[in-house]
């Protein structure tokens, strides 16, 4: 495997349900990031890990709870959701958060559908 | 409130035509320009970015122009192609630190025609 991964690539949930979203990047980078997109909106971001530690968190519901556990794996832990929260999630990874103008490396996405 | 407005939403080019997408920033503080290009089932991946110290920047043929003065920027596809069609986003930051972020236009359908 080479970049971002992301897995599922495509998600069916109930608004009981919980399910985690997974990430894995294969770049020796030490900033991952998850970030939502949704049609006709901006690109959002939800949270920012540097170094396995979160540095921002985007305002985003208690009901997306990441994990970080190492620099090449993030998580988004999926509880109660609601159909709006439908939309394909991102995965991105940079090689160091707190150097200028850095590139980030997106995965492919996980499509998610709230029922 | 929207920091970076990108326009058009949706933009039909002939083969072989140029395609162009504006945006325009608020945020004067912003020093890093960066435009992604997502094909679908895809993540969006670096095309070509620029920085405020110069008012051009070109490859291949995509091309970056900047007015620092109207902060707006705009990409240029010259001599555009049925590959070329995709989702196009303009992007901004402040340098870097630990308040590095980037802030997302809204996006652009590119369909070019055969």
């Known amino acids: 495997e080479t970049g971002v991964t992301q897995t599922p690539r495509h998600l069916v949930m109930g608004m009981t349900n919980k399910k985690s979203l997974k990430c894995e990047q294969h770049?020796?980078?030490?900033?991952m990031y998850w970030y939502k997109q949704s049609a006709k909106k901006p690109l959002e971001l939800m949270f920012v890990y540097n170094f396995k530690e979160q540095t921002e968190n985007n305002s985003v519901p208690s009901r997306f709870s990441p994990e970080c556990p190492n620099s090449s794996h993030l998580f988004l832990h999926l509880h109660t959701l609601q159909p709006e929260d439908s939309a394909l999630y991102l995965c991105?990874?940079?090689?160091?958060?707190?150097?200028?103008?850095?590139?980030?490396?997106f995965g492919p996405g996980t499509r998610l559908l709230v029922l | 409130q929207q920091q970076v407005k990108q326009s058009p939403q949706s933009l039909i080019v002939q083969k072989g035509g140029i395609s162009i997408i504006n945006c325009a920033y608020e945020?004067?503080?912003?020093?890093?320009f960066p435009w992604y290009q997502q094909f679908p089932g895809k993540g969006p991946a670096l095309l070509i970015a620029?920085?405020?110290?110069?008012s051009e920047k070109k490859e291949g043929r995509f091309t970056i122009s900047f007015n620092k003065s109207a902060k707006q920027f705009s990409l240029h596809i010259m001599d555009s192609q049925p590959g070329d069609s995709a989702t196009y986003f303009c992007?901004?930051?402040?340098?870097?630190?630990?308040?590095?972020?980037?802030?997302f236009g809204k996006g652009t359908l590119l369909t070019v025609n055969p």
């Open positions: 991105a990874s940079s090689q160091d958060p707190l150097a200028a103008y850095e590139t980030q490396y």
């Open positions: 992007a901004a930051s402040i340098g870097g630190g630990s308040n590095y972020k980037l802030t």
């Open positions: 620029i920085r405020p110290d110069v």
């Open positions: 945020n004067t503080a912003f020093d890093y």
């Open positions: 770049l020796g980078h030490n900033a």
